[in-house]
């Protein structure tokens, strides 16, 4: 098979799941994954023909996206804020959102660490979120906490390969006895945050692959991981510490209310790429001194 005549079979397959340029650009991502060509030269190599062993493994991936399976765990694996990131359907796919909000934590950051910065991530998945950030503030200090073993070992092993060291901690972030020894600097956090009732609307191959422990909260307790965490964090950031979350757009007014009433200041709600409210940082000037 020749490339082109691969993508065409791309595009025709996965019409019931992709239009047409989205099933060029899983072509192209499944190519460069496969065959290591880079989507800058495929315009040269599309008359090209696949070696035996690509044709079988291009048409294998093909047959598992068929069935609504994400790429990213067809593949296995994709990119976040320039670290490899393994997945697995234990843990979340990291979203472009998510890189947003690593980038706004490592801007409000990076210039004034005098002392070491001691981070942690709440709800942290395939570890994406602290291995971006130790990967970019190496003399961090960077903790996580799961509820799911399953999702810990994953980070750990992404951890591993993009050599980044970071404390992973089993907790429930619920349950009210949770404590952790010492106080942080930045608590950030993407927790659970779409509503069951939103299910409906959602694209099959998210609900039918993706962790639901991941993914959703009760209709009538919507902000339950806001709260909690919220109040996590006043006992265990630091005077000045910070406090980042990802948000459902819907909750956004919410959030920063909670935030306001738990004496947060400086609470800041900012878009993302597409223009919907979607993480919010707030300060603790002073923290209560009762549990650490
Ligand atoms: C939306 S995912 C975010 C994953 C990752 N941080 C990311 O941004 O891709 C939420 C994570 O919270 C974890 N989680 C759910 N309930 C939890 C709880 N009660 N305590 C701690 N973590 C929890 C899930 O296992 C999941 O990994």
Not at 173 to 183: E, G, M, Q, V, W
Request: contains cysteine; aromatic residues 8%; negative net charge.
């Amino acid at each position: 098979m020749i490339f082109t005549e691969a993508e065409e079979r791309f595009v025709a397959d996965l019409s019931a799941l992709y239009d047409k340029n989205e099933a060029k650009e899983i072509f192209s991502i499944v190519t460069e994954h496969l065959c290591g060509i880079k989507k800058s030269e495929w315009r040269s190599k599309k008359d090209g023909h696949l070696s035996p062993m690509e044709d079988t493994s291009i048409l294998q991936v093909l047959d598992e996206l068929s069935t609504g399976k994400p790429l990213q765990y067809v593949l296995g694996e994709t990119m976040f804020y320039g670290a490899r990131i393994k997945v697995n359907p234990d843990v979340l796919i990291p979203r472009p959102e998510t890189e947003e909000l690593v980038a706004w934590v490592i801007s409000e950051v990076i210039n004034n660490s005098q002392e070491p910065l001691s981070i942690l991530d709440i709800g942290t998945g395939s570890g994406c979120i602290p291995i971006a950030l130790k990967m970019n503030l190496p003399a961090a200090d960077v903790h996580a906490i799961d509820i799911s073993h399953h999702a810990l070992e994953t980070a750990m092993r992404n951890a591993v390969l993009n050599k980044a060291q970071i404390n992973f901690v089993h907790g429930d972030i619920l349950d009210a006895a949770f404590k952790l020894s010492h106080k942080f600097d930045v608590i950030v956090s993407n927790p659970p945050y779409i509503k069951a009732s939103e299910k409906n609307e959602m694209h099959r191959n998210v609900l039918d692959h993706e962790p639901h422990l991941a993914l959703f909260v009760e209709d009538d307790n919507a902000l339950i991981f806001y709260e909690r965490i919220a109040e996590f964090a006043q006992s265990h950031l630091k005077p000045f510490g910070k406090l980042f979350f990802e948000i459902n757009e819907a909750l956004a007014e919410d959030v920063a209310t909670m935030l306001k009433e738990k004496s947060f200041k400086e609470i800041e709600v900012r878009k993302d790429m597409q223009g919907k409210d979607r993480m919010v940082k707030a300060v603790l000037l002073n923290s209560s001194d009762d549990t650490v």
